[in-house]
């Protein structure tokens, strides 16, 4: 049997995974093999890798709330089957055989069985039977899911206290309870939750003494008559407000205590009992998991709102390194002016983005966004493209068309590959940026042309300038506020965040289910120059996820171009794939010897392009083996 994960808690629960590839990461970043959707497990979480002897091992990756299997926290541990896996609020359970019955559990002491076949007639569920008094235990079971479903989608700290209020006064006679909060542990914990049963009543502070004994042992505490415990007697915040029970349990994800969940009654004949702790201790950990999101969530909300306040940009760009944030800041600055701005980078940085984040973050926001390649349109066409026309121009003009300028009023007219524009094109866009004014072919009346204008290119320029193929005072006029964007190579640390960008759009896109990227094409993909940047690197997802086999992207799924630039690593390339670079460099040796070391030469023997064959010398190392040859 080929060794599995089972999900039986968490988002995922219910499904299987099959153990495929190796090593095999778990988080919370799409670029992993298994995604697990919560803010509890850490972006890359922990790792699975076989050894010689085929036993898989789990390896905790420094994740924030670590990585336990059978209840205990590891840094590497061995599984075994029926071993329980768990990273933050989900659990897993490995299998590695094939049996009729399973014991879940490993070594630890709550094992349970489960057959491959179970039949239940619905009359025989005791669930569905609340009203029978012979099982209590059925009917508070019920409540407790009642529980769980009603927070389970909750984000928000007062609905979860209106929700828990709701529930634990109706199956506990408490008058008043809070939930105590602290952000990290250590940490002083402060009162998130107030309710109390009577609202016309004061409300009485919980007890320190109390709250420090649960925070200091982790354990539940029940009093259900203080006065016959010293240490709570003599506590001014109970005996003093004649509280007579009391019911504390700690809240928190394993491992982490956060807070505590705190009753108490001044009512003698209803104390609280050991089967109110058994259920306010279960709600403890279910309200747990959902005070983390919901305090995570304000934490999201005010942390976007910090963001927001800082750069007040809104765009459709993925990266979070350093270059990428430098643009981000200048974007966000010259989006709130009305000036000409150029944009420069290489083909498949992302420069048109660029140009509609700036379009969407100014003051023409509500008005069109136009654009034109400049280098897609013939050069008979671009000036009617640009101006407009009127009826009986030129041939083929039967009626009156708008050009780009008029269409773009009011908003931003956006010249994409600007240098490929002709020159006698040059001077009459210089007059609209100058005047402000323009006339359709055909036509003899003046237009006004309101609009904010943004051009790119990814040509250098000045030496179009230099070369006669640029004009001087056009560059001049454009060049007002220039932005650079970066080539990918330039950002290596943003192509794993693009990589699982794109991989779950085209995932989506195509229907097919793939969970994440091996780290043998991880490697591959962060290793490789990208000269087609962005928009070769997302040509490459699209087509690993078309053409891939299995639930990752295997190195096989990726181009031949990037495996021959991958540097040698620790891990092997397939065999096949081996080959075949051992093959590319004896034949290059090879051509390169007949020809005397003449590069050009030796790239017309081997038909192909000399700077492509200088490109195959450098990534596939080849230079000192040349040297070492003569």
């Known amino acids: 049997m080929q060794p599995r994960l089972v999900a039986i808690s968490g988002p995922l629960a219910g499904k299987i995974f099959p153990l495929q590839g190796s090593p095999l990461t778990l988080g919370r970043s799409r670029s992993c093999w298994l995604t697990v959707p919560t803010n509890l497990v850490s972006r890359t979480h922990c790792q699975l890798a076989p050894d010689e002897d085929g036993n898989w091992t789990v390896r905790d990756l420094d994740s924030h709330n670590g990585t336990r299997v059978n209840q205990e926290a590891i840094n590497q541990a061995v599984l075994r089957h029926g071993d329980h896996l768990q990273i933050g609020d989900s659990m897993f359970t490995f299998l590695s055989r094939d049996e009729a019955t399973h014991s879940f559990g490993g070594s630890g002491s709550g094992s349970f069985q489960t057959q491959t076949i179970v039949t239940l007639q619905p009359s025989d569920c005791v669930y569905l039977r609340p009203d029978d008094s012979s099982n209590q235990a059925a009917r508070q079971l019920k409540g407790l899911l009642a529980i769980s479903a009603a927070i389970h989608g909750l984000r928000n700290q007062d609905a979860i206290g209106e929700e828990l209020a709701a529930r634990i006064f109706d199956i506990t006679p408490a008058e008043r309870f809070t939930v105590l909060w602290r952000d990290s542990e250590p940490g002083e914990c402060e009162s998130i939750i ?22 200091a042992s982790g354990e539940a505490v029940l009093s259900s008559e203080i006065s016959g415990e010293t240490q709570l007697w003599e506590a001014k915040s109970l005996s003093g407000h004649s509280v007579r029970s009391v019911l504390a349990v700690p809240l928190g994800v394993p491992g982490q205590l956060r807070g505590v969940l705190y009753l108490d009654t001044s009512d003698p004949a209803q104390p609280f009992e050991t089967d109110h702790l058994q259920l306010v201790t279960a709600i403890g950990m279910m309200a747990s998991a959902a005070l983390q999101n919901a305090m995570h969530t304000r934490w999201l909300e005010t942390e976007n709102r910090r963001l927001r306040s800082e750069s007040g940009l809104e765009h459709e760009m993925v990266g979070e390194s350093s270059p990428m944030q430098e643009v981000y800041e200048k974007l966000a600055r010259v989006a709130q002016t009305d000036t000409t701005v150029l944009i420069l980078g290489e083909s498949g940085t992302g420069k048109e983005l660029a140009a509609r984040a700036i379009h969407r973050n100014g003051p023409r926001q509500e008005r069109p966004f136009v654009a034109l390649n400049c280098a897609a349109i013939p050069e008979a066409l671009i000036e009617s493209e640009l101006f407009g026309h009127e009826k009986g121009a030129f041939t083929g003009a039967v009626a009156l068309k708008k050009g780009k300028i008029e269409t773009a009023e009011g908003g931003t007219l956006f010249l994409d590959e600007i240098g490929e ?81 794109f991989l779950a759009l085209y995932s989506d ?20 120059d990208w000269p087609g940047n962005v ?84 990534n596939l190392g080849l230079r000192q083996a040349m040297k070492k040859t003569g």
Do not use: W
Not at 194 to 215: C, D, Y
Not at 509 to 521: F, H, P, T
């Open 194 to 215: 107030r309710v109390q049963r009577k609202k016309n009543e004061q409300f009485l502070q919980p007890s320190t003494t109390v709250i420090e004994r649960v925070l």
């Open 421 to 501: 524009m002709p020159l006698h094109m040059q001077a009459k866009l210089l007059r609209v940026i100058q005047e402000r004014e323009y006339e359709r072919i055909g036509g003899n009346r003046t237009l006004r042309a309101d609009i904010r204008v943004i051009a790119a290119t990814n040509r250098a320029l000045e030496d179009a300038i230099a070369s006669g193929s640029f004009r001087q005072d056009l560059f001049y006029r454009l060049n007002v506020v220039s932005i650079a964007l970066p080539p990918l190579r330039q950002r290596r640390e943003d192509i794993p965040l693009l990589s699982g960008h």
């Open 509 to 528: 896109k195509c229907k097919r289910k793939v969970y994440g990227i091996s780290a043998a094409a991880r490697h591959c993909l962060a290793s490789y």
């Open 535 to 618: 928009r070769e690197l997302q040509n490459v997802i699209e087509r690993a996820v078309v053409l891939g086999a299995t639930g990752t992207i295997e190195l096989e799924d990726l181009p031949e171009e990037l495996h021959i630039s991958a540097p040698e690593t620790e891990e092997k390339l397939p065999r096949y794939l081996d080959a075949v670079r051992e093959v590319k460099k004896a034949q290059i040796l090879q051509a390169v010897q007949e020809a005397g070391g003449n590069i050009t030469a030796a790239a017309k023997l081997l038909g192909v392009h000399p700077n492509y064959l200088h490109r195959l010398i450098r």
